[in-house]
């Protein structure tokens, strides 16, 4: 059976015991009901992860001690997904799907035909509704890499993403060239590259001047596929070929 995983701050596994405190430790002691000398593993979100042993359980704190720590790399190349905001409950449906699919970056976008406006006296809490999302599905995955889940951006701070990218892809119905065949720029996997950004529209499409934008920044528009995908489920669709194609699946 797989051991259970948590996740710790970044730093806590250069040390040889490790407390989990907060609500991980209350999960594993309370709701996990683990027990003295069962196997965990431990994780910080960036890339290491320790296979460590049970040694004291407290009311809501479990202590453990490390056995074996590897560090992962980083996935190469980096995948932003920018998601113009879902309606109400299918925002974190996107998150969830997305980061147990392998995303490295999740950028919330405030496109001008969102049904769904994050006002700013409620922005902090959905953004927080967002991470949380993204680090419990990160937990189910057993990723070793947290997603990021960047600041509500507007339509130029997606152009500036897609400015810096290696390959901007602008997910579009009419667009001629298929995501399945978009010809991949060499140097992708190479430091500093930038990396691929996906721009996902919301529900009512992506307005010209936004498209504007888009193209003035460099991107490439695609074609998903033949059927019409809601916007919460069409970035774990594009991530999947994506991935696929640059050889990290």
């Given at each position: ?6 996740l ?14 907060g ?15 069962e ?51 299918r ?23 969102c ?23 990160g937990k189910?995955?057993?990723r ?49 590259s ?56």
């Amino acid at each position: 059976m797989t051991p259970p995983l948590f996740l710790t701050e970044p730093g806590a596994l250069d040390q040889e015991r490790v407390v989990l405190s907060g609500a991980e430790g209350r999960h594993a002691a309370t709701v996990r009901r683990l027990a003295v000398g069962e196997v965990v593993d431990l994780a910080d979100g960036a890339g290491t992860r320790a296979r460590c042993v049970v040694t004291g359980v407290g009311k809501d704190t479990l202590s453990c001690t490390v056995e074996e720590r590897t560090t992962d790399p980083a996935p190469k190349p980096s995948i932003t997904v920018v998601q113009a905001l879902p309606k109400s409950d299918r925002a974190e449906l996107a998150v969830e799907v997305m980061t147990e699919a392998g995303v490295d970056t999740i950028v919330p976008w405030a496109a001008e035909r969102c049904v769904t406006r994050w006002k700013p006296e409620r922005a902090a809490k959905a953004l927080a509704k967002w991470r949380a999302t993204a680090r419990e599905a990160g937990k189910q995955a057993r990723r070793s890499w947290i997603p990021e889940v960047g600041d509500l951006a507007a339509t130029s701070g997606v152009a500036s993403l897609v400015f810096g990218a290696a390959l901007g892809i602008v997910l579009h119905e009419d667009a001629a060239e298929p995501l399945s065949t978009l010809p991949l720029p060499a140097g992708l996997t190479e430091p500093g590259s930038g990396g691929i950004v996906l721009v996902v529209g919301p529900e009512g499409g992506m307005t010209g001047n936004e498209l504007r934008a888009f193209d003035e920044a460099g991107a490439t528009r695609a074609l998903l596929g033949p059927t019409v995908l809601r916007t919460s489920t069409a970035g774990v669709a594009a991530l999947a070929v994506v991935q696929a194609r640059c050889g990290r699946w």
